[in-house]
């Protein structure tokens, strides 16, 4: 059974870079038929894609957040990250860590959630 | 860009009734690439049904998919206590590769 954890701030200053990093265990990273995901959900909003990233390193990103996004995977570490840069009150969300079925294109593991507010 | 509309906003049902949730695309979706997802509040989403119309595992066989083309539908045939909360709609387009989720029905207790 895999399992997914983002950690991170719980905060971040406007106009900086928030950074989440999402934990693997009960698999590995490195396997191919995945696509490592984050999705984030505006406070009682509904579900945003942010982008992905293969075991390969091909990403794929959201158009609309794509110019200060960027996911990239640490396969030693069993860890997949999000940067997102020049924050903003609207990138207040809970931020999920996913993994996708390629096969399928479906989400079918999520993280926990993590909420992070950017306020100054 | 394909757009997904959730319709109804709210669906207000008492335990027992029939949920009927609509998902329609503003273009065509194939259908091995629509998802139905529910959510509770303070947990993160659940798979329900993938491919218009496969339960995922673990799925009790109440939830019930279907539709193609634009339109697609959830079906709950007796609602359980445990099945209110906010349902998703997800599809993937290949061209280009992005995932997009419709806004969400909320099924509510009567």
């Known amino acids: 059974q895999v399992q997914l954890q983002e950690s991170g701030p719980g905060l971040v200053k406007p106009s900086q870079t928030l950074s989440l990093t999402c934990t693997v265990s009960?698999?590995?990273?490195?396997?191919?038929?995945?696509?490592w995901s984050w999705i984030r959900q505006h406070p009682g909003k509904g579900l945003e894609w942010i982008g992905y990233i293969y075991y390969s390193g091909s990403t794929y990103y959201n158009p609309s957040l794509k110019s200060r996004v960027t996911i990239s995977v640490d396969t030693s570490k069993n860890q997949f990250s999000l940067k997102l840069s020049s924050v903003t009150a609207a990138d207040t969300a809970v931020y999920y860590c996913?993994?996708?079925?390629?096969?399928?294109?479906?989400?079918?593991?999520w993280g926990q959630g993590t909420l992070v507010t950017v306020s100054s | 860009e394909i757009v997904l509309t959730q319709s109804p906003g709210t669906l207000s049902l008492s335990p027992g009734e029939r949920a009927t949730l609509s998902c329609r695309a503003s273009?065509?979706?194939?259908?091995?690439?629509l998802a139905w997802y529910q959510q509770k509040p303070g947990q993160a989403p659940r798979l329900l049904i993938y491919g218009a119309s496969s339960r995922a595992t673990g799925i009790p066989d109440r939830f019930s998919g279907s539709g193609s083309g634009t339109d697609f539908t959830l079906t709950i045939s007796r609602l359980e206590p445990e099945d209110f909360a906010v349902y998703y709609c997800q599809q993937y387009g290949s061209s280009p590769g992005i995932f997009t989720f419709g806004p969400g029905t909320k099924v509510d207790i009567k």
């Open positions: 996913a993994l996708v079925v390629v096969i399928t294109r479906t989400v079918d593991y």
């Open positions: 009960g698999g590995s990273i490195s396997s191919g038929g995945y696509y």
């Open positions: 273009q065509s979706v194939s259908s091995s690439y």
